[in-house]
C-alpha cells in the first residue's frame, strides 16, 4: 500500500466555523507534512512532522493548528479562516530513515471558505 | 537548500523524447536533485533523484552535469498522460524534508 489518503476531498466553510482535514498513511513512514496549494501555484511547505514531532512550522498563521496523533495519522484543525485560505491542502509522508527521503503525497482536500 | 530555475513551459510531440532542464548553480556537496511532476487535479509524484551520477528508472532518466550545476530530466518516449507541471528540485537526504518547490515547468504532450 503506497497510498496517502486525504478526506474530506472537498470541503466548503464559513469564517467562523470549525473543520479539520484528515490523512491516513499506512507506509511505516515516521515524517508527515502539510502544503497548501493555491490555484497555479507550486505547493507551499506549511508543516512538518517527525516521529509525531513537530519539526517544521514555516510561520503558519495559528488559526491552522496541525495535530499528529500517532505515526498514521495527520490532523490539520482550521479555525477562523480567510476567504484567501481557499485553496487545495496536500498531505505527503516520508520515510524519514537515513536514505533518500521520497514522498508520497495524497490527492489534497480542495477548501473554500465563504 | 538551494534554489532551481526552470523554463516555465515547454511542448513536446507525442512519442518524441522530452528534456526538462534545470539550473541549480548555488548546489551544495550534500544536496540531492529531485524531480516530481504534479499532474491536473493530482497530488504531486516523485519521478526520479540523483546525487552525481546519471540515473533511470522505469519513469525516466536524469542526467546530471559533472559540476552538478544543471541537470536534465528525460522522458524517453513521451505520452499524452506525461502532460503535467515537473518539479525540479534541491534538497539534502535523510530525515524529514523541507522539501520546497519552485515554480515547475509545464510540459504539455502534442498529438
Known amino acids: 500500500d503506497t497510498e496517502v489518503t486525504q478526506t474530506p476531498k472537498h470541503l466548503v466553510m464559513g469564517m467562523t466555523n470549525k473543520k479539520s482535514l484528515k490523512c491516513e498513511q499506512h507506509?511505516?513512514?515516521?515524517?508527515m507534512y502539510w502544503y497548501k496549494q493555491k490555484a497555479k501555484k507550486p505547493p507551499e511547505l506549511m508543516f512538518v512532522?517527525?516521529?509525531?514531532?513537530?519539526?517544521i512550522n514555516e510561520s503558519v498563521p495559528s488559526r491552522f493548528s496541525p495535530e499528529c496523533p500517532n505515526s498514521s495519522l495527520l490532523n490539520l484543525h482550521l479555525h477562523a479562516l480567510q476567504p484567501e485560505d481557499s485553496a487545495l491542502y496536500l498531505c505527503?509522508?516520508?520515510?524519514?530513515?537515513?536514505?533518500?527521503?521520497?514522498?508520497?503525497f495524497g490527492s489534497g482536500t480542495q477548501l473554500s471558505v465563504l | 537548500d538551494a534554489k532551481t530555475t526552470q523554463p516555465p513551459s515547454m511542448d513536446c510531440a507525442e512519442g518524441r523524447a522530452a528534456n526538462l532542464p534545470c539550473n541549480h548553480s548555488?548546489?551544495?556537496?550534500?544536496?540531492?536533485v529531485y524531480w516530481y511532476r504534479q499532474i491536473h487535479s493530482q497530488g504531486p509524484q516523485y519521478i526520479i533523484h540523483?546525487?552525481?551520477n546519471n540515473e533511470t528508472n522505469e519513469m525516466a532518466s536524469l542526467i546530471i552535469t559533472e559540476d552538478r550545476k544543471s541537470s536534465t530530466l528525460i522522458l524517453p518516449h513521451a505520452t499524452l498522460r506525461d502532460t503535467a507541471v515537473y518539479y525540479c528540485i534541491v534538497s539534502r537526504s535523510q530525515g524529514a524534508q523541507k522539501l520546497v518547490f519552485g515554480q515547475g515547468t509545464r510540459l504539455t504532450i502534442n498529438p
Open positions: 512532522y517527525s516521529y509525531e514531532k513537530l519539526s
Open positions: 507506509m511505516g513512514h515516521r515524517a
Open positions: 540523483g546525487l552525481k
Open positions: 505527503a509522508s516520508s520515510q524519514a530513515g537515513l536514505g533518500v527521503e521520497k514522498l508520497f
Open positions: 548555488t548546489i551544495s556537496g550534500n544536496e540531492y
